[in-house]
């Protein structure tokens, strides 16, 4: 329906006109294009100047349009290729500071080397690298991803051998984790010690059954033949108290280690008929030990056997060591064998032995006493062996002095203050911390000279302030150092080498060129935890012959 408005004369005028406008505009397009086209051959080929100038503006607009059409992938492709640059740095970075540590050494600067070589060898395959080249072909999407899922197994694989790694570099991490090692390993060694001188504890009370069966077998000849070996009712043998003979005071209730030192004294003596050995022992062990003594006749050295209740001074009224066995306090401190109780000090774990209590360990402070007639006698303990002549002690010049010992003292090591509390006012004030302390088991004493100097009367004194364990945790040798403080005489270290029961460095020359050799320690030769390479000097002097010796498989 036409328009009634507009005139129908008109009509054709105006599609005439918008023809012509239609056709003029593809006219200038055509026109253009083919200008354009011309001027970039002319300019490739002839011109410059103003016309090369309009054909970089053609350029330059032809790149912005392709530029707003960019394929999306291509932020994706930037953002995998900036992570896996990333990471091959890092991996440098840790390869370059594992190399200045010298961490493991060349084993962590390989694996972060061999990281970073990967980046960049999947970098370079031929398949990837076309994705980073300048041309504006589209990407493959495929590709990208299949790049993309490599790259991050790579990087799974860099953290993790950082994390794993990083202990190595993390300073106070290591000085944590070394800490808290040191603490667990000090937990346990603390334990161990404990537990340690406990079980030496108990091996060193223990009794080997061969050594328990011949005290038996020694006993049943005591049983079955009394009067064989009886001295009831017979008259002392003029030897025992003659002034004249060397003398020997040995208190033991190990029969086996008592025959030792009397057979080794007796073999290594020049004239062994001139040594009386005065044994004594408990009543418990008097039978075997008569018996042990009266099977062979010892290269006629003359032997008493007696048993320490056969000392009738030696009670609890006179005696403070018999007296303090009566406090329950102390008979639970030696006799309490729980763990959680006998490991509480465990440096003075060896003094809870009950044999440091025992009145045989003590009647060594009553020489004098048990030997009235007697003017000097040689104190041998039961786990020495003599190796030489000891007559030779009887000729030294004592100066006065009631004991003559070994010196043990070494730098720092064997002072009184090792064995005595000197924060107690009495200690302080009456002894030098840095004096030189001796050893037990091998001991002159100048009779005359204890009774002049009155030192079982000192011992007394002393033994009475430490009821409590103030003075000194426990033993023989604190007493003894304090009471013979200013009368003991030193002598030469070749008399007396110690150490056999505990220490295994010492040398073969030193031990062969001594007179008594002391096995003090816990692992004493007749146990089975005996060292081996000092044994044969002790079971050399066992009487392997002897019917009740072999009956009892001793030494097997």
């Given at each position: 329906?036409?328009?009634?408005?507009?005139?129908?004369?008109?009509?054709?005028t105006?599609?005439?006109?918008?023809?012509?406008?239609?056709?003029?505009?593809?006219?200038?397009f055509?026109?253009?294009?083919?200008?354009?086209?011309h001027?970039?051959?002319?300019?490739?080929?002839?011109?410059?100047?103003?016309?090369g100038?309009?054909?970089h503006?053609?350029?330059?607009?032809?790149?912005?349009?392709?530029?707003l059409k960019?394929?999306?992938?291509?932020?994706r492709?930037?953002?995998?290729?900036?992570?896996?640059?990333d990471?091959?740095s890092?991996?440098?970075?840790?390869?370059?500071?594992?190399?200045?540590l010298?961490?493991?050494s060349?084993k962590?600067v390989?694996i972060f080397?061999?990281?970073?070589?990967n980046?960049?060898?999947l970098m370079k395959?031929?398949?990837?690298?076309?994705l980073?080249?300048?041309?504006?072909?589209?990407?493959?999407e495929?590709?990208?991803?299949?790049l993309?899922?490599?790259?991050?197994?790579r990087?799974?694989t860099?953290?993790?051998?950082?994390?794993?790694?990083?202990?190595?570099?993390?300073?106070?991490?290591?000085?944590?984790?070394?800490?808290?090692?040191?603490?667990s390993?000090?937990?346990?060694?603390?334990?161990?010690?404990?537990?340690?001188?406990?079980?030496?504890?108990?091996?060193?009370?223990s009794?080997?059954?061969?050594?328990?069966?011949?005290s038996?077998r020694l006993?049943?000849e005591?049983i079955?033949?009394?009067?064989?070996?009886?001295?009831?009712?017979?008259?002392?043998?003029?030897?025992?108290?003659?002034?004249?003979?060397?003398?020997?005071?040995?208190f033991?209730?190990?029969?086996?280690?008592?025959?030792?030192?009397v057979?080794s004294?007796?073999k290594n003596?020049?004239?062994?008929?001139k040594h009386?050995?005065?044994v004594v022992t408990?009543?418990?062990?008097?039978?075997?030990?008569?018996?042990?003594?009266?099977?062979?006749?010892y290269?006629?050295?003359?032997?008493?056997?007696?048993?320490?209740?056969?000392?009738?001074f030696?009670n609890?009224?006179y005696?403070?060591?018999?007296?303090?066995?009566?406090?329950?306090?102390?008979?639970?401190?030696y006799?309490?064998?729980?763990?959680?109780?006998a490991?509480?000090?465990?440096?003075?774990?060896?003094?809870?032995n009950p044999?440091?209590?025992?009145?045989?360990n003590?009647?060594?402070?009553?020489l004098?006493e048990?030997?009235p007639?007697?003017?000097?006698?040689l104190?041998?303990d039961?786990?020495?062996?003599v190796?030489?002549?000891?007559?030779?002690?009887?000729?030294?010049?004592?100066?006065?002095k009631?004991?003559?010992a070994?010196?043990?003292?070494?730098?720092?090591?064997?002072r009184?203050?090792?064995?005595?509390?000197?924060?107690?006012?009495?200690?302080k004030?009456?002894?030098?911390?840095k004096?030189?302390?001796?050893a037990?088991?091998?001991?002159?004493?100048?009779?005359d000279?204890?009774?002049r100097?009155?030192?079982?009367?000192?011992?007394?004194?002393?033994?009475?302030?430490?009821?409590?364990?103030?003075?000194?945790k426990?033993?023989?040798?604190?007493?003894?150092?304090?009471?013979?403080?200013?009368?003991t005489?030193?002598l030469?270290?070749?008399?007396?080498?110690?150490?056999?029961g505990?220490?295994?460095?010492?040398?073969?020359?030193?031990?062969?060129?001594?007179?008594?050799?002391h096995?003090?320690?816990?692992?004493?030769?007749w146990?089975?935890?005996a060292?081996?390479?000092?044994?044969?000097?002790?079971?050399?002097?066992?009487?392997?012959?002897?019917?009740f010796v072999?009956?009892?498989n001793?030494?097997i």
């Amino acid at each position: 329906m036409v328009n009634p408005r507009i005139p129908l004369s008109r009509i054709p005028t105006f599609k005439l006109f918008t023809s012509a406008i239609t056709l003029a505009l593809c006219t200038f397009f055509v026109l253009s294009f083919l200008f354009t086209t011309h001027s970039y051959s002319s300019h490739q080929h002839h011109f410059t100047g103003s016309e090369g100038g309009i054909s970089h503006g053609f350029e330059s607009i032809r790149r912005s349009i392709l530029a707003l059409k960019t394929d999306p992938l291509k932020p994706r492709l930037d953002q995998i290729r900036k992570q896996a640059d990333d990471h091959r740095s890092l991996a440098l970075v840790y390869a370059s500071y594992a190399r200045k540590l010298k961490l493991e050494s060349s084993k962590l600067v390989r694996i972060f080397a061999e990281l970073s070589v990967n980046f960049s060898d999947l970098m370079k395959k031929p398949q990837y690298r076309t994705l980073f080249s300048s041309d504006a072909s589209p990407v493959d999407e495929s590709v990208v991803r299949q790049l993309e899922k490599e790259v991050k197994e790579r990087i799974k694989t860099t953290r993790q051998v950082i994390g794993d790694a990083k202990e190595s570099f993390d300073n106070q991490l290591k000085i944590q984790k070394l800490k808290d090692t040191i603490f667990s390993v000090n937990e346990q060694l603390t334990k161990a010690k404990k537990q340690g001188a406990f079980s030496s504890l108990i091996a060193a009370k223990s009794i080997p059954k061969s050594l328990h069966c011949l005290s038996m077998r020694l006993m049943e000849e005591r049983i079955a033949h009394p009067e064989k070996y009886t001295t009831e009712g017979k008259p002392t043998p003029p030897e025992v108290e003659d002034p004249n003979l060397y003398h020997y005071a040995l208190f033991s209730d190990n029969v086996v280690a008592a025959s030792v030192v009397v057979n080794s004294a007796t073999k290594n003596a020049k004239e062994p008929w001139k040594h009386v050995f005065h044994v004594v022992t408990d009543k418990m062990n008097l039978g075997a030990m008569q018996v042990m003594f009266k099977l062979k006749d010892y290269n006629g050295a003359h032997i008493e056997v007696k048993a320490v209740e056969d000392y009738k001074f030696l009670n609890s009224s006179y005696v403070p060591v018999l007296k303090q066995l009566e406090s329950a306090n102390l008979q639970r401190f030696y006799f309490e064998n729980k763990l959680e109780n006998a490991t509480k000090d465990t440096n003075n774990m060896k003094f809870r032995n009950p044999k440091y209590l025992s009145i045989l360990n003590h009647l060594r402070f009553y020489l004098p006493e048990m030997y009235p007639k007697l003017h000097k006698i040689l104190f041998l303990d039961d786990d020495i062996v003599v190796q030489k002549d000891l007559t030779g002690l009887w000729k030294i010049d004592m100066d006065g002095k009631v004991n003559g010992a070994v010196e043990t003292c070494f730098g720092s090591f064997h002072r009184y203050a090792q064995y005595m509390n000197f924060s107690h006012p009495l200690i302080k004030a009456k002894f030098s911390p840095k004096a030189c302390a001796w050893a037990y088991g091998m001991n002159f004493f100048d009779l005359d000279a204890w009774r002049r100097e009155k030192c079982t009367e000192e011992y007394h004194y002393w033994q009475n302030l430490n009821e409590n364990r103030t003075l000194w945790k426990l033993g023989t040798l604190p007493p003894g150092l304090i009471t013979y403080y200013s009368t003991t005489k030193p002598l030469d270290k070749s008399w007396h080498v110690l150490g056999l029961g505990y220490n295994p460095s010492i040398s073969m020359d030193e031990i062969n060129n001594a007179a008594v050799v002391h096995f003090n320690g816990n692992m004493k030769p007749w146990l089975d935890i005996a060292m081996a390479q000092f044994k044969p000097l002790w079971t050399k002097y066992v009487d392997y012959e002897l019917d009740f010796v072999q009956a009892c498989n001793f030494g097997i």
